[in-house]
């Protein structure tokens, strides 16, 4: 005679215990907090080299349609090094406008460098040394998604001087650079 299947109990005698709903959740979180280094520090390593500058948008958020934010023939390099250290460096085509004002200088380069590192979808460089006299001793947190040889890095929203009243979001394409 067949004795029927016992169900299977994946906590065995720590099912009927107090903490046995307990014990898996907190199983999965120590095994999230072992893991999700490993992946920060893949991404970190698929981010090392340099990279070269394909657009620089800003994409209001409205749905509006994106605008060059340093002009059309915009030119940049992004730098990541396997020691946590990353500098850009962005140029535009041409004297920036703002209203009737041709200013021969300002934001023409955009530039920084610092300390980076890797949480989740988020890149965040401690900033050591900028164009922008407020970044220094900031964090700069952007977004970024890495397919291929392509990096795509998003700031938060903002307001935005190409779109006067409304939020946009800085959007930076990058290819990897393979000269």
């Keep these: 005679m067949k004795t029927p299947k016992q169900p299977i109990r994946t906590l065995g005698r720590f099912a009927s215990q107090p903490w ?24 970190a390593a698929n981010l090392v080299g340099s990279w070269r500058l394909v657009s620089f948008k800003s994409v209001p958020v409205d749905g509006a349609e994106a605008r060059d934010i340093l ?4 030119k940049g390099f992004l730098v990541f090094l396997p020691q946590g250290r990353m500098t850009a460096l962005i140029t535009a085509d ?23 590192r890797i949480e989740g979808d988020q890149l965040i460089a401690r900033i050591d ?9 900031s964090e700069q947190v952007r977004h970024f998604s890495l397919q291929g040889a392509t990096l795509t890095i998003k700031g938060a929203p903002q307001d935005s001087l190409l779109f006067p009243g409304k939020k946009a979001i800085g959007t930076l394409i990058w290819e990897r650079d393979s000269q």
């Excluded at 002009?71 to 915009?74: D, R």
């Excluded at 041409?94 to 009737?100: M, V």
């Design 20 to 43: 046995g709903k307990v014990l898996p959740v907190l199983i999965g979180t120590v095994f999230v907090l072992a893991v999700l280094p490993v992946f920060a520090a893949d991404h």
């Design 71 to 74: 002009g059309q023939n915009t």
């Design 94 to 116: 041409a004297p920036i406008r703002s209203g009737a004002h041709v200013d021969e200088t300002a934001h023409r380069v955009v530039g920084y460098s610092g300390r980076y």
């Design 129 to 137: 040394v900028a164009s922008n006299e407020t970044w220094p001793g």
